[in-house]
């Protein structure tokens, strides 16, 4: 079996593969000090919850938290037996070029989301990440990753604005029922939703006309459907992206080594 970990700056995914389905999936907060017999601990209870008896003999990992890594390979080398691929690292096979300027360090979520895109998809594409930052990666006609944009997430914007204005409150995102807001909370609600719904359009909008043809805009992220329900900004939406490449990642080195 195979144990995908997509960590990410907020939340860290662990999922279970057989090879055609996920068995199981759990989320856990980031946090770099966690050790790996807490990650054991943590993981082995759940699957106990869920009756899952399965032996892990494969973990991939993507992280862009680096302190994490650690922690994780000595979690596969202790209580699994195996030595984990980690996107990004050498040893790592990725099945798509990466096609940026010398030098550049692409964050691992960004190619696993490419790989992923493009297995699902086809080529041609623009994936947008709802993330702590909100990501817009470029994926040519074969496959490759061409570069992308990247914007401050929408949470983050929230807190900057919280934390920068004093009499700003704290606020969760929605949809506003109207445009012009009638109180303070309505206010920051409706400027951080209507204003990612312009960033998505006019971004997605320039991407393509700087191609010259037309792309499939794919999303995902948590926030990615809240976005969708009021414009037809994307052409689908994929909530499990990163781990599903995680899984066409692995059968890749698989086959290729």
Known sequence: MLLAVDCGNTNTVFAIWDGEQFLASWRTSTEWQRTADQYFVWLSTLMKLKNLEVQITDMIISSTVPRVVFNLRVLADRYFSTRPLVVGKPDCLLPVDVRVDAGT??????????????DLYGGDLIMVDFGTATTFDVVDTDGAYIGGVISPGVNLSLEALHQAAAALPHVDISKPPTVIGTNTVACMQSGVFWGYIGLVREICARIKAERARDMRVISTGGLAPLFQQSEALFDAFQDDLTIHGLTVIHKYNKDNT
Do not use: E, F, S, Y
């Not at 360090?105 to 493009?118: E, K, M």
């Open 105 to 118: 360090q692409v964050g691992p979520d960004r190619l696993v989301n490419t790989v992923a895109g493009h």
